[in-house]
């Protein structure tokens, strides 16, 4: 499985935004692509992309990232085994030798690891699931037997988490929090969990609608983007909206909320602009286990800002035995941090989005450390996506057993979820689907 050429493109995102293409090739395959996503909503402890700076595309161009993959990485890998992706990723690191991937770029080494893994499945005749489950076995053996679900331990269709209403630096600041997600949670299969979610998408768009609100447009992600009086009132839309399409909340399909503090969180305090207020950690933990007593949550990701570990201790505390607690840009899917939680007792889920980290061994490595340490991994998406399917394979192959895209209104967004359409009507039930399985405590709503 000989590496035979790497090379790179600067291509574009779904804002528009440049990002690097790699192309690999193993020897007796063909070559392929992937493509590195972008965030908008990023955390200061993320690996970092490099953009050239200047005037051509505002300084977001990535020609030194591509010129990285051409000139550096591509006559270090050339002869090399691309089915030893361990050995590939650790070379790209010691390649750029910093410790946020700032000097080659997070975005060409990522690239270029995912089309290694890529090219890799090609040669060797597997499917790209096949050969990411090859790939995360090497690091999943040592999982205990016993975790929740099995998570991890097979190929497991996971639980959509989908946005329905957008807020924060998704939507133009309309609101304070950053998503409003559904969790179809009740559902017995992937195929009749996507159905519910279309049918609650075009309900909640009704109801936006008639009631004065923007119930078309969208935001980065796909989901709508209205101006609503306040952030509870988006929880009530979408509860209604589960409701209206004649589901039950909080038994078939739960809520989750990305509430992206860290953005409105200065001064030692979080200042919900949208509704002229600003609340002390304490504050902010109040609210949210009131939301938690009043609507059908089933997770909340970054409730508190990324470096308030004093903060996250009060809510893991309060809430941890009731949600999901999802530590995004408090975690950064890197291991070192996510240890840190875990030695300190705060949250007991990790966002993996595969940039944050830059390599796929990287970000196996958190997964094995959050699994093994009983965290759920949930994987994600970034705003800024491409066609590339690489997490709808990824949470497959893994069994991570949760999987946040975006909504259902932008085909960068359909690409993960029709590739795992396809997936299932291959497997012929072969694979389980981890339906209500990684929430311990289902709610139903109140009286």
């Known amino acids: 499985m000989r590496i035979e050429s790497v090379s790179a493109l600067e291509v574009f995102d779904s804002r528009g935004c440049p990002t690097v293409e790699a192309v690999v090739r193993c020897e007796g395959g063909r070559p ?12 200061r402890a993320e690996a970092k992309e490099l953009r050239d700076g200047g005037r051509r595309l505002r300084g977001k161009g990535v ?30 690191i010691e390649l750029d030798g910093t410790p946020d991937k700032s000097r080659l770029g997070a975005n060409a080494i990522l690239a270029v690891s995912l089309a290694t893994a890529y090219a890799a499945a090609d040669a060797a005749d597997r499917s790209p699931v096949e050969h990411f489950s090859h790939l995360w076995n090497e690091h999943a053996r040592d999982l205990p037997a016993t975790n929740e679900l099995s998570l991890g331990r097979q190929p497991l269709f996971p639980t959509p988490m989908v946005n329905m209403i957008s807020g924060g630096l998704h939507a133009g600041g309309n609101l304070d929090l950053q998503d409003f997600l559904i969790i179809p949670c009740g559902a017995t299969s992937y195929r009749e969990a996507f159905d519910w979610i279309v049918e609650i998408y075009w309900e909640l768009g009704r109801r936006l609608n008639d009631a004065g609100f923007e119930g078309t447009l969208v935001g980065d992600e796909g989901g709508y983007g209205p101006r609503l009086t306040s952030n509870e009132q988006a929880l009530e839309f979408v509860v209604a909206a589960i409701d209206g399409a004649g589901l039950k909340p909080g038994q078939d399909v739960g809520l989750a909320l990305d509430v992206a503090s860290s953005h409105f969180y200065h001064d030692g305090g979080y200042h919900l602009a949208r509704e002229g207020r600003a609340l002390s950690a304490a504050d902010m933990v109040d609210l949210l286990e009131r939301w938690v007593d009043r609507y059908p949550i089933l997770s909340i990701e ?25 530590g995004d840009d408090l975690f950064a899917t890197n291991s070192r941090r996510l240890q840190n939680g875990i030695d ?30 009983g965290y759920r991994p949930v994987v994600s998406a970034r705003s800024g996506e491409t066609e590339d399917v690489t997490i709808a394979d990824l949470s497959l192959a893994t069994g991570a057993g949760q999987l946040k895209v975006g909504s259902v209104a932008r085909s960068e967004r359909l690409a993960k979820y029709n590739q795992l359409l396809r997936w299932e009507d291959s497997a012929a039930g072969r694979w389980p689907f981890a339906g209500r399985l990684p929430f311990a405590d289902l709610k139903t709503p109140p009286a």
């Open 32 to 43: 392929c692509r992937a493509i590195a996503p972008s965030g908008a909503s990023t955390g």
């Open 63 to 92: 020609r030194l990232a591509v010129e990285n993959v051409r000139t550096v990485i591509a006559p270090a890998l050339i002869g090399r085994d691309g089915d030893h992706q361990q050995a590939i990723d650790r070379l790209m």
């Open 302 to 326: 970054d409730g508190l800002a990324e470096e308030d570990w004093d903060g996250w201790k009060q809510l893991t505390d309060r809430l941890g035995h009731r949600v999901n607690l999802v």
């Open 344 to 373: 300190r007792g705060i949250a007991n889920s990790v966002l993996i989005k595969l940039n944050q980290i830059g390599t796929l061994t990287e970000t196996f490595e958190t997964m094995r450390l959050a699994l093994s340490a």
